[in-house]
């Protein structure tokens, strides 16, 4: 079972920078599109940033985190990072990530079950 731990949240100013980690254990990624989602207080989860599988360049990213956001494979086959940039209070939310059904010009429908996420607050 894919088990996917998301992690490198925090409180930070506007204008900041965080980096998320996805962590699989027991389980390379490397063979599976990853997607990053998140959900804020009181609103639907959605669809961040996705990377396609890792002989694949394709990226993904929802035109709010455009310029700001950038995803990547972590030279570790278990690993994906979102790095966040730029932060703003909208981006306040908790982060997942999981197993995507494609990247490709959209974020497919995410696969498992969700893990706890990690929480990035922007406040100043």
């Known amino acids: 079972q894919v088990h996917l731990v998301e992690s490198g949240g925090g409180l930070v100013q506007p204008g900041g920078s965080l980096r998320l980690s996805c962590v699989a254990s027991g389980f390379t990624l490397d063979y599976s599109a990853i997607g990053w989602f998140r959900q804020a207080p009181g609103k639907e989860r959605e669809g961040v940033s996705c990377?396609?599988?890792?002989?694949?360049?394709?990226?993904y990213y929802t035109d709010s985190v455009k310029g700001r956001f950038t995803i990547s494979r972590g030279n570790a086959k278990n690993i994906v990072y979102l790095q966040l940039n730029s932060l703003n209070l909208e981006d306040t939310a908790v982060y997942y990530c999981a197993t995507v059904l494609l990247c490709a010009g959209r974020i497919g429908q995410a696969l498992g079950s969700w893990g706890q996420g990690t929480q990035v607050t922007v406040s100043s």
């Open positions: 990377i396609g599988r890792s002989r694949s360049s394709t990226t």
